[in-house]
């Protein structure tokens, strides 16, 4: 085969490939439930409680007001669709 013809198959293989790998979607981290994060099962979620999920602790002060026990479950739901995407 010609020289030119392996490069430019080569090239164009090469330029599939990275186009199929960009397209995949990215793998978010699963979120724990709430009621496996509530471990004391009061019906709230400290912030020592959701210390293993990233998204949600680094946010904790953004999704639950200060005057409350602690993050209930709507407010869960809707941190995790914010923050943990």
Do not use: T, W
Request: charged share 30%; hydrophobic share 30%; glycine share 10%.
């Amino acid at each position: 085969m010609d020289k030119k013809l392996l490069i430019g198959l080569g090239a164009s293989l090469v330029l599939l490939a990275g186009g199929a790998i960009a397209s995949e979607p990215e793998e978010r981290e699963r979120v724990p439930s709430f009621e496996e994060l509530d471990r004391d099962g009061n019906g709230y979620l400290s912030e020592s409680e959701v210390s293993g999920v990233p998204c949600l602790h680094d946010n904790f002060d953004r999704i639950q007001p200060e005057n409350e026990e602690g993050m209930n479950r709507q407010e869960y739901r809707q941190g995790v669709a914010q923050f943990c995407k």
